[in-house]
């Protein structure tokens, strides 16, 4: 684990951080001594967050519908506005709905998909290089999955495009600004039992014709650890990637995911 204060002075922007793995990420950074800007769409959710976490000025939060372009570079724009700069840019929220095979796939699911996953985190990457060129210093993190490295689940062929193409914005992204003093690399989380995905599990499971409980249970079993991944494992991670002593890692498809993934 990066030792405590490694973020000392920096500015971070994670969108979708009042709770499950954003939260847990801000909660991470805001230990190493980062500002951090959480946002979301609920701003009675955004209060509760800062109450909880309790890090006085270092943490505030900013509406944010992560679906509108408009909304997500008035969340950079704001933020360096405020603080004069902006180092690290997280791009967390995704997620889809409207789960069924693809012969079946409606044009409404799969244009919300790609408007919260795959645009969204093209939007956030571009507002956010500008300042980080300015700074002569940046990380990108992307939150993908482990089904950007696969495609071996029904019903979810969005979401599962979404995340093979933010690998594809990663590693370009890498390409273009390493020489810049800027880092971009994606976490590949495998299942987490968050409400988030409690929320949206269901309906994949039902279309699938199982139980949610069993959804869940085959990620951990086709796990090496055979244990269902951490919000908390994935902060670790997102930790060191926005440290100077992440620097030499850039492009890199990082999983976390109990060793799910065959690479």
């Not at 800062?50 to 997500?72: K, M, N, P, W, Y």
């Not at 409400?195 to 949206?200: F, I």
Request: with cysteine; proline share 2%; charged share 20%.
């Amino acid at each position: 684990m990066v030792a405590s204060g490694s973020l000392d002075g920096r500015v971070a922007v994670i969108t979708g951080s009042t709770r499950s793995i954003g939260r847990a990420i801000a909660e991470a950074f805001l230990a190493d001594g980062a500002t951090v800007v959480l946002s979301g769409r609920s701003e009675v959710k955004g209060k509760q967050a800062l109450e909880e976490i309790q890090a006085g000025d270092r943490a505030v939060f900013h509406t944010c519908d992560s679906s509108s372009q408009a909304d997500i570079e008035a969340l950079v724009d704001w933020t360096v506005e405020r603080f004069g700069r902006l180092d690290i840019m997280v791009n967390n929220v995704g997620g889809t709905e409207g789960f069924a095979p693809v012969h079946e796939l409606s044009d409404e699911a799969w244009h919300k998909a790609l408007d919260l996953n795959l645009n969204a985190y093209f939007y956030g990457t571009r507002r956010a290089l500008k300042p980080m060129l300015d700074g002569g210093w940046g990380r990108v993190i992307n939150i993908s999955s482990v089904e950007g490295k696969q495609a071996n689940k029904p019903a979810i062929s969005h979401y599962i495009t979404n995340k093979h193409a933010i690998h594809g914005l990663t590693k370009a992204t890498a390409f273009e600004y390493g020489t810049l003093g800027i880092t971009c690399n994606a976490i590949c989380p495998g299942a987490v039992d968050t409400d988030l995905m409690r929320a949206a599990g269901p309906a994949a499971a039902e279309a699938e014709g199982i139980s949610y409980e069993e959804w869940l249970g085959r990620f951990a079993e086709h796990a090496a650890t055979k244990k269902i991944t951490t919000v908390e494992q994935i902060a670790g991670v997102a930790r060191l990637l926005a440290s100077d002593a992440g620097a030499g890692i850039t492009g890199t498809l990082i999983s976390v995911d109990g060793g799910t993934a065959q690479w």
